[in-house]
């Protein structure tokens, strides 16, 4: 035994070594910096994946700025919710509203929580056929949800085709792909399909993960957008910023008010301002009444404790929050996400400004 | 069983082309593995420089950033890991080879067995509930302990394997020179068998270096490198599972540069241990 | 078989020199020590089957036996049953084990007995380096570089020259059982050739000598003298691989197409239990949601058990039976 564990010691302690080694090396770049200042607060937060390029993003900026250091760490929607209410996090974030159930377990630990949306998102629905260019196929919110009901099951189904005149349709099944793992896109997916589609509400309904009636399940959007890619005549959804980097063919959609819409970040924007808009901004944007808005579109939200526990922590969340809907807003378009709407902005600042310590409000104006 | 003439023409042809088949076994190993090296190269060698090694990660959209601190991250966990399961899979090895009464090692190897075929997962799960909730932080010393639970039952099967293929004479031999049993499983039945005990061991290192699913629930990740033993640490496979599955193709790129360094420091690893454990052998 | 070689528990009671008493206590120490750590893989089990049953709790409550034979999941109306999971793991398993095993042994067989000592070293380093790549990046490769070989030619083909058989029959997707199959049987390959290798490598060459001198080929010395020598060794590296296989997440989940349905034919996609709940998990919430999932990994435990055993019975049976004719 000593022989193995000494034989074994070596390699390890090396290693152990050149990784504290390199790490202290690694440090003081970062170190010295702050501590000449007071030492700032550090936040831990996780949730949603979706925002995560941007919360980070935002994060390094603001710790240029500020010298805070936020570390957010996509977990998931729902690991965001269920670790806000465990209480390990300092701020959640989820693409999804928190149930009933999850709000009453969080509100007897630590009192009432807040949903402030940073950004909102949209689901781009993509399709492989050939010969039929990005944003030339046609669909509307109940077509979409009979494909997904696979109630229409081939491309040149007459309802397709009425949408569609002048395309050459194949006589071919149509595979549908749907997100296998449980997300806020399907989240927001199925609550369009569920709006639009009375058989899809009381068959299928709204949920991060549903029973699928048909086809291929892909693992998160690089699976969805794999399988769409690469099975001729199939159909799929993913978020915007991913159909738009990787170049997938995207459908126009019949918004409420009747015209077809490309999914952009102007037409995501659009969508919060055709939406009643209550102060607590739990609401789902999608089939927005908006004439220019895109009809699959949600929120992604911080979820914050309106009373603090810890003063200079609360504090400086507030503060991150928010730089984050004034100047962060800068950052959203060049990474493929849409601005918050004026009147949004201002919905979330009063949601800022009711964050508490000890019944003293720690922003003001 | 010896026969001459055409008999014997055909077991040696028939001999033959079994080798071949095994031969061909081997080559197709190697096969997949060029195949899967390559393509990760293929996607990831725009970022396989300097930079790559010494910078911490940037936000999408900026040039340059590395994956500095989460390679320490791995450093540190894969030292974790093997720290605490090292001690325990050797010995329980040792216990089931040497020592186990018929029930007590059919219970120790049916539990080692069945462990290893937990799903990662589920492991980050167990770890989380009894570390994380407890102790109101994610940490890397729970992502630790989940990679030991991990690794144990490779190193204690593959001990137990590897000692009992020591031949009995080899622990007569020692007995019958007067030495207590303790002394001759440490110094004689170990060195005998360690060649095949490290293999297991790589095996397991090279499993929970690349091991992504508990590490979510343990270590969480960090973007400002190593904080503390309590604090929340970043590992490869997280950033690569993150990365890989994001919509940017400078992420992407990173990933695959990530995979393949990944794999190189295992093999580092992996040699190193192999290079030490076989010196002291002599 | 095996059993045979360990020696007795150190109770022995012959020690009776003069050193005797320390050297006992030497060997008490020792033999605790090793008692106690490989007590420690069973505690950590135990509490790991603790804690799952309290999450599971909400699940089993709700649905019972049933759980096992329905085969629904619907998230939304909160009903759940694990039988289309389970009948996917076992699937994509023996698929996995069918493809690994022979390529295996076939590869460890080169790499122990027939290849020079300059070309099994790095040819067992670069095998063992196969499962240091991790899960997602073979999956990713697995759904951008397999799956389009798979559903062209090896499905179409299947289909075409098979197509009579239920099992190749419907729509070439490429994901399915098959890629599932496949993509494990890459990702168990390293862990069986490295442990088998290990195991061949040590059996005493004097049995290789004495077979070779009595006239046998090379292998009829390999199959004769040597691998009925390590059998229980090769065992162990099976039910590891297979282990790995049950346990199997992030590449599965990539391409097996993520149904849940049950179906005959090997094309059509399907789950399994680890990838259900690594694809959920994470988004889950509710109690009995949640609690699901985790009963899902129980049922997994309840899987993995038997298979073991069986595989153990299967052992002991050919060993018995060799023994006996002799």
């Known amino acids: ?365 | 069983m010896i026969t001459q003439g055409a008999g014997y023409l055909r077991r040696k042809w028939s001999s033959r082309a079994m080798l071949i088949l095994s031969g061909l076994g081997a080559g197709l190993c190697i096969l997949i593995l060029a195949l899967i090296l390559g393509y990760i190269l293929f996607n990831g060698i725009s970022y396989l420089n300097m930079d790559f090694l010494t910078q911490p990660a940037k936000p999408v959209g900026e040039a340059g950033g590395g994956m500095r601190d989460d390679i320490i991250g791995t450093f540190i966990l894969v030292i974790l890991g093997s720290a605490i399961a090292l001690p325990v899979g050797l010995m329980a090895g040792v216990f089931l080879a040497e020592y186990g009464k018929p029930w007590a090692a059919s219970a120790v190897r049916f539990a080692a067995d069945i462990l290893a075929g937990v799903p990662s997962i589920v492991v980050g799960v167990f770890a989380y509930a009894v570390l994380v909730r407890p102790m109101g932080s994610y940490s890397a010393l729970s992502a630790g302990f989940a990679l030991a639970i991990i690794m144990i039952p490779v190193v204690a099967r593959t001990a137990e394997e590897s000692m009992r293929l020591v031949p009995n004479s080899v622990r007569e031999a020692a007995l019958a020179l007067g030495i207590p049993r303790w002394r001759a499983v440490v110094g004689v039945v170990i060195p005998g068998a360690l060649t095949g005990i490290v293999t297991g061991i790589m095996l397991a290192v090279a499993r929970i270096a690349g091991e992504t699913a508990p590490l979510i629930f343990t270590a969480l990740g960090s973007a400002f490198g190593y904080q503390g033993l309590d604090q929340p640490i970043g590992a490869l496979p997280l950033q690569i599972y993150r990365y890989a599955l994001s919509p940017y193709d400078d992420w992407q790129k990173q990933a695959w540069a990530a995979a393949f360094l990944l794999v190189i420091i295992v093999l580092g690893i992996n040699i190193v241990v192999r290079l030490v454990s076989r010196r002291r052998r002599r | 078989m095996q059993n045979s070689k360990t020696m007795q528990a150190p109770s022995h009671k012959r020690g009776n020199s003069g050193t005797s008493g320390a050297r006992r206590l030497g060997d008490r120490i020792f033999f605790n020590a090793t008692l106690i750590f490989a007590l420690l893989i069973v505690a950590i089990l135990i509490g790991l089957l603790i804690v799952l049953n309290m999450d599971a709790m909400p699940a089993i409550n709700k649905f019972g036996l049933a759980f096992l034979t329905d085969s629904s999941w619907d998230p939304v109306k909160e009903v759940f049953g694990a039988l289309p999971a389970i009948y996917g793991t076992l699937l994509s398993s023996i698929i996995g084990l069918v493809i690994a095993v022979p390529v295996s042994l076939g590869a460890a067989i080169f790499l122990a007995e027939l290849a020079p000592r300059w070309l099994s070293r790095p040819g067992s380093f670069l095998i063992e380096m196969l499962a240091a790549i991790p899960s997602v990046i073979i999956g990713l490769w697995g759904l951008f570089v397999m799956v389009p070989v798979i559903r062209n030619p090896v499905e179409s083909w299947l289909g075409s020259t098979l197509g009579f058989l239920p099992l190749f029959q419907g729509p070439p997707f490429g994901v399915g059982f098959l890629a599932a199959g496949v993509i494990l049987a890459i990702m168990i390959i390293p862990i069986i050739t490295a442990v088998s290798r290990e195991v061949m490598e040590a059996v005493p060459d004097t049995q290789r000598e004495a077979m070779l001198a009595l006239g046998a080929t090379r292998w009829e010395m390999i199959q004769k003298a040597v691998l009925p020598y390590c059998r229980s060794g090769l065992t162990g590296a099976i039910i590891l691989g297979l282990g790995r296989a049950l346990g199997e997440t992030m590449a599965v989940t990539m391409v097996i197409g993520n149904s849940y349905a049950i179906t005959e034919s090997l094309f059509s996609p399907g789950v399994t239990i680890a990838s259900k709940i690594a694809s959920e998990f994470s988004e889950a919430s509710g109690d009995v949601y949640i609690g699901s999932l985790v009963e899902l990994a129980l049922v997994l435990f309840v899987i993995t058990l038997l298979v073991n055993i069986i595989a153990r019975l299967l052992v002991w049976r050919m060993t018995t039976v060799k023994a006996v004719i002799g």
């Open chain 1, 1 to 365: 035994m000593s022989k193995l564990v000494r034989s074994l010691t070596i390699p390890f302690s090396v290693l152990l070594i050149a990784a504290v080694g390199f790490s202290a090396c690694g440090g003081p770049s970062g170190g010295t910096s702050s501590s000449t200042t007071v030492k700032s607060a550090s936040l831990t937060g996780a949730g949603a994946t979706f925002p995560a390029p941007l919360y980070t993003k935002w994060f390094d900026e603001y710790h240029k700025l500020t010298g805070v250091k936020v570390n957010y760490q996509p977990i998931g929607s729902g690991g965001g919710i269920s670790q806000i209410i465990e209480g390990t996090v300092d701020f959640g974030a989820s693409d999804g509203i928190m149930t009933a159930e999850q709000q009453s377990k969080a509100e007897s630990r630590r009192g009432p929580i807040l949903h402030i949306p940073m950004t909102s998102g949209a689901v781009a629905v993509v399709y492989n056929l050939a010969g039929i260019g990005s944003g030339q196929l046609k669909l509307s919110g109940d077509i979409l949800a009979d494909i997904y009901l696979k109630k229409i099951t081939k491309w040149n189904d007459p309802a397709v085709a009425s949408l569609n005149p002048g395309i050459a349709l194949p006589d071919a099944p149509i595979a549908v792909v749907h997100r296998s793992d449980g997300s806020g896109t399907t989240y927001i997916f199925t609550n369009y399909l569920s709006k639009i589609s009375p058989e899809w509400g009381s068959r299928v309904g709204n949920a991060t993960s549903v029973n699928w009636p048909g086809d291929i399940g892909g693992q998160g959007n690089a699976g969805v957008a794999g399988q769409v890619q690469q099975i001729p005549n199939s159909i799929g959804y993913v978020e915007l910023a991913y159909a738009e980097q990787n170049k997938m063919s995207w459908a126009t959609l019949k918004n409420k008010a009747g015209n077809f819409i490309e999914p952009t970040l102007e037409a995501t924007t659009r969508a919060a301002e055709g939406v009643i808009l209550p102060d607590d901004m739990k609401v789902m944007l999608t089939d927005s009444g908006n004439a220019e808005a895109y009809p699959v579109v949600g929120f992604t939200w911080m979820l914050v404790y309106v009373n603090q526990a810890d003063k200079s922590k609360g504090e400086t969340l507030a503060k991150v929050l928010w730089w984050a809907i004034h100047e962060g807003q800068e950052y959203t378009g060049a990474l493929g996400y849409a601005r918050l709407a004026d009147s949004v902005v201002t919905r979330a600042e009063n949601q800022l400004l009711s964050i508490k310590y000890q019944e003293q409000p720690l922003l003001s104006r």
